[in-house]
């Protein structure tokens, strides 16, 4: 059964950082763009960064940009989003999801094969 497994998440103040971890697993994993989805409360859902299992390019989202890093590790299937700097703007359910595509940013208009559950990341102000 393909699937991606999503750890971290929690409480941080402006400012702090954390990690999210994606694990995948069902599928090969250089074939599949992963990637990193948000959802605040009553707005839509945003691709916020993707990673290609193939050759490693990367998507940034603006709003992200300078602040989040995405990373993979081909060994355990992980793929990996440190996000620094977070702004209470940055507080939403993130969820991880993968594609079998090569170019990040065409995954990270969501149009994904596999979802991980949700986690909520909370910035306090």
């Known amino acids: 059964r393909s699937s991606c497994r999503r750890l971290g998440g929690g409480l941080v103040q402006t400012g702090g950082s954390l990690r999210l971890a994606c694990a995948a697993s069902?599928?090969?994993?250089?074939?599949?763009?992963i990637g990193w989805f948000r959802q605040a409360p009553g707005k839509e859902r945003e691709g916020v960064s993707c990673?290609?299992?193939?050759?490693?390019?990367?998507y940034y989202a603006m709003s992200v940009k300078g602040r989040f890093t995405i990373t993979s590790d081909y060994a355990k299937r992980t793929v990996y989003l440190q996000m620094n700097s977070l702004k209470p703007e940055d507080t939403a359910v993130y969820y991880c999801?993968?594609?079998?595509?090569?170019?990040?940013?065409?995954?990270?208009?969501?149009?994904?094969?596999?979802w991980g559950e949700g986690t909520l990341v909370t910035v306090s102000s």
């Open positions: 990673i290609s299992g193939g050759d490693g390019s990367i």
């Open positions: 069902g599928f090969i994993f250089r074939d599949y763009a």
């Open positions: 999801a993968a594609v079998a595509i090569e170019n990040p940013k065409i995954a990270c208009r969501g149009d994904m094969d596999y």
